[in-house]
C-alpha cells in the first residue's frame, strides 16, 4: 500500500477515528519533514502552473476537521508558495440568510473550481451532514439524503474533469483543549476565542460519530476521504502535500500543445525587424 | 517626496510613459533588492493576517501595462508567499457574452474586495478606456464618458473601507519584443504565442496614448495611479511589493479587540478540566 493508502478510506468502510489515530506515524518522526514538505509544495506550485495553462481539468480540496484542527494553518503552510492567481480559497461558514433559501449544494456549487483552477473548500457542503446534524438544525429525513446527494453532486464535478481530494484532519479532543488553551495565552490570538468554541466540546462524540458516518458514506473512488492524523502539524502539512502532489501528478497534467507557427513568427517579426 | 511618491501620478498631471522611464532607478541598482523585496512581501503577510482579522477594511490592488509587462510575474512573485485565503486574483479577459450584456463596471463589481480581502485585478475595468477604445470596438462618446464613471465607482468602494492601489506596468516596446522572442525560445512557454500579440504592436502608439490619458484622468487622491519602470523585473517586484506595504500600513491595523472574558474561560474550562 503506498502512502495515500494508509490514509484513505475505502468506499463503504466503517471508520473509527479513535483507531485511525491522531498522532504522526512513528516511522516518519526520523524523516526531516518540514524541508520535504517545502519540496513537495515546490513541486505543487509546477504542477499548478500546468493545471492552468492546460485549462482542461481542475482540482477540487475539501477540508473539515474539528475546530483548531489545523484547516487554516494547512491552508497557509502548503498553499502560501503556490500562486494565487489560480487558486481560490473559500471558507464556508453558517449559511447567509440568502444562501439558507437554496438548496444546502448551490452555495458550494458556485465556488467550484473553473478549468485550470484549484479550489479549496475550508469546511464545505459537509458541514450539512455535521454541524446541521449535530446541532439538530435539521430533522433526520433531511440529512439522512444528503450523502446521496453530495455524491451525487460530487461526481457531477468529476464527469467535468474535476479531480477530488477530501482530507479530514483529526485531532484528539486532548490535543484540541491544549490548543484553546495556547490560543488563551497568545494575546495576539485572544480576539479569535468564543465560549462557544467550548460548548461544542460537549458534542465531541456526536461529531466523532457524525463524522465517521459522513466518511463511510461518501469516500468513493472518485472522491476518497483522507484521514489525516493532524495533532503534530509537520505531519499534517507533510501528508496533506504529498497527497496533494500525487493526484496532481496522476493528472498526467502537459504543456499545450503549440498553435502558432513559431518559425513564421521568428521570420515575420523579428529576423526582419533585427530583433 | 518619498519612494512612493516618485511614481505617483498626481490627479489630472499630464503623463509622458516615454518621459517617465521604463528602466530602474540608477541610485537603486546597487542595493541588494531580491533580499529587501523577500522581506517587504514578508510584511505584506503580516498586514495581510490583520486585515483579514480586522475584517473592517479591504485592499484592492489594479494592474495594467502592455502585453509582456509583466503582471503575471509580479502577482506570483509578491503573491506567493501571501496566505492565498484572503487573497483573490481575478484576470480580465475580453467579456464573455453575459458579461458584455452588462454596464463595462458590473463584472469587477462583483469582484470587488469584501472586508477582510485583498482583491488583485490582472487588467481590469480600464480595459474599457484602453483596447475597447484603441481597437474601436465602442465609439469615442461612449468611451470619454468611462472616465468619470470610473472614478465613481472606484468612490464607492473607498467610502466602504477600500484602499486602492493601482500599478501600471510600463515596459519599452523594445523590451517587449525581446521578451516576445524569449518565449519563442523557451519550449514551455510557446503554447501561449498568438500572432495577434505582435499584431497589436502596431498600435503601441495609439495604446501609449490611451494610457497617458486614463492616468491623466483616473489618477485620484483616494485611488491613485503608480507608474512603475518595469524593464527590470527585479526593480518592478521591488517598487509595488513597497508601495503596497506602505498602503497596508498607513491603513494603521490592528489586532481586533477581545470580546470574551479570557480569566472566565480559563478558569470554567482549563484549570477546572485540570488542561
Redesign the interface.
Known amino acids: 500500500m503506498g502512502f495515500a493508502g494508509k490514509f484513505r478510506v475505502h468506499p463503504h468502510d466503517t471508520v473509527h477515528l479513535g483507531a485511525l489515530g491522531t498522532r504522526a506515524c512513528r516511522s516518519m518522526e526520523r524523516i526531516p519533514t518540514k524541508a520535504k514538505t517545502r519540496r513537495l509544495v515546490e513541486s505543487i506550485?509546477d504542477s499548478q502552473y500546468l493545471l492552468y495553462?492546460g485549462a482542461d481539468r481542475s482540482l477540487l480540496i475539501v477540508l473539515q476537521g474539528p475546530d483548531a484542527s489545523g484547516k487554516?494553518g494547512l491552508?497557509?503552510h502548503v498553499?502560501?508558495?503556490?500562486?494565487?492567481?489560480?487558486?481560490?480559497?473559500t471558507?464556508f461558514g453558517e449559511p447567509s440568510e440568502a444562501e439558507a433559501r437554496h438548496d444546502f449544494l448551490w452555495r458550494v456549487h458556485r465556488r467550484a473550481p473553473a478549468k485550470g483552477e484549484i479550489a479549496?473548500f475550508?469546511r464545505s457542503h459537509y458541514e450539512a451532514v455535521l454541524a446541521e446534524r449535530v446541532r439538530k438544525l435539521v430533522p433526520r429525513e433531511i440529512w439522512a439524503e444528503r450523502y446521496a446527494l453530495i455524491n451525487s453532486f460530487e461526481a457531477l464535478l468529476a464527469e467535468n474533469g474535476t479531480e477530488i481530494c477530501k482530507f479530514y484532519l483529526n485531532i484528539s479532543a486532548e490535543e484540541q483543549?491544549?490548543r484553546?488553551?495556547r490560543r488563551?495565552e497568545d494575546?495576539?490570538r485572544?480576539?479569535?476565542?468564543?465560549?462557544a468554541d467550548?460548548s461544542d466540546?460537549k458534542l465531541w462524540r456526536e461529531y466523532q460519530a457524525a463524522a465517521e458516518e459522513m466518511l463511510r458514506r461518501t469516500s468513493t473512488k472518485i472522491a476518497p476521504w483522507y484521514v489525516i492524523p493532524s495533532d503534530h502539524k509537520w505531519f499534517r502539512n507533510y501528508a496533506v502535500s504529498r497527497i496533494i502532489l500525487r493526484s496532481l501528478r496522476r493528472m498526467r497534467l502537459r504543456?499545450?500543445?503549440?498553435?502558432?507557427d513559431?518559425a513564421e513568427?521568428?521570420r515575420?517579426?523579428?529576423d526582419a525587424?533585427g530583433?
Chains 1, 2 share one sequence.
Open positions: 506550485g495553462a487554516d491552508i497557509r498553499f502560501s508558495g503556490v500562486n494565487p492567481q489560480g487558486v481560490k480559497v471558507p479549496i475550508n483543549l491544549m484553546f488553551r488563551l494575546k495576539s485572544q480576539w479569535k476565542i468564543d465560549e467550548y466540546r504543456t499545450p500543445r503549440v498553435q502558432a513559431i513568427i521568428k515575420k517579426f523579428h525587424a530583433g
